[in-house]
């Protein structure tokens, strides 16, 4: 059985594509270990140094917080449900405190980076 082969230019087209999508990954693939900054590492038990929100799987407050306005915050909302990550309950009163309070309510809003330099 012959095997396809990928011709260069649309492995471009991938890295380029992957670079877009996470470029915090893409540098970090890129530099390796010494390119992270030690501010953006902590340090356990020992001397290994563990990325300070590494293994962090953020939950539907965490988007929410990353949220411009409250309609990108009910998109979230709406999605998370459909995704089945939110019961029908808990969505519902997301929504009300949302409409009810705002966006502040939920914390200050987390720029791009939040993540990377926390």
Do not use: W
């Amino acid at each position: 059985m012959e095997e396809k082969k990928k011709d260069s230019r649309e492995s471009e087209i991938e890295k380029t594509d992957f670079e877009d999508q996470f470029p915090v990954l893409y540098r970090e693939i890129q530099e390796g270990e010494e390119g992270i900054a030690d501010s953006e590492m902590r340090t356990t038990s020992g001397s290994r140094k563990e990325r300070k929100f590494q293994g962090y799987i953020p939950g539907v407050v965490d988007f929410i917080c990353r949220c411009e306005t409250e309609e990108e915050a009910m998109e979230i909302i709406d999605y998370m449900l459909k995704k089945g990550d939110l019961t029908e309950e808990y969505a519902n009163m997301l929504k009300n405190q949302l409409k009810e309070k705002g966006l502040e309510f939920f914390g200050e809003h987390r720029a791009p980076g939040y993540y990377e330099r926390a």
